[in-house]
C-alpha cells in the first residue's frame, strides 16, 4: 500500500492569538479603556490622524501603540505632543498581533487614559484580519492612494467602524472620485462611518475625535469626564 500524505492545517495559531487579544479586549474593558486598531498603507496619515485627535482629547487621556518595521520615529512624534506610546519594531513582519500587543501593554500606564490608539503596520491586506485586542477598528485613506483602494482591498474596509479619508485638499488634484468611493464603501459596509480630513485644516479632525468620545460613550456609559 503506497503511503498517503495528509495536510493537516494549523489553526492553533490564529486560536491562540484571538484568545489572547480576548483577554486583552476584556482587560482594558475593565479600566474602562477603548481601544482602536488603525489601519491604513504606509504613507496614509496614520500617525497624522492621531495627532489631529490630540487637538481635542487631551494627551493624558491617550495612550499610543505604534507599530512599524523599523525606527521610533512615529513614537517621537507622540511624544512631542505629550503622548505616551510605545514602540514596537515588527521588522519583517507585516501586520501586529495579539502577543505584541500585550507586551506593550505592560509597559504602558493607564492612569487617566481613556482612549489607546494601536496604529498597525502600514498595509492593507493582514492588519484586517489578525485581532489584537480592538473595541473598534479605523481605517485611514488617502485620497492620493486612489478612489479605487475599496474595491481592491474589501476586507479591511468591511471591517471598519469608522473610515477616515485625508489629505482631502489633494483630492482634486489627484482626480480623487468621490461619488464612486462612498458608494462602495456603502454597498460592502453599510454602517460604517466616513469623516473627511486634511493636515491643512486641524479642525477636521475634530469630527474624528467627536466619533470616538461617542463610542467611548457607548462603550462606558456613565464614566465620560
Ligand atoms: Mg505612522
Ligand atoms: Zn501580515
Redesign the pocket.
Known sequence: MPNKKTVRIDRSVTETNDAMAQRISHSLSDVNVLSVNIMGS?GSG??SVIEGITNTIPAAEIAVI?G?LESD??KR?MESVGIAAYQINTHSGCHLTAAMIEQAIVNLTFEHTRFLLI?NV?NLVCPADVLIGQHLNIVVSSTTEGSDKPRKYPVIFKRADLIVITKEDLASAVGFDEKSYIMDIHSMNPRAKIIKTTTKDKDSFRSVADWLMHEYSLFYPGENP
Open positions: 504606509p496614520k500617525t505604534q512599524d520615529i512615529d512624534r496604529e502600514g
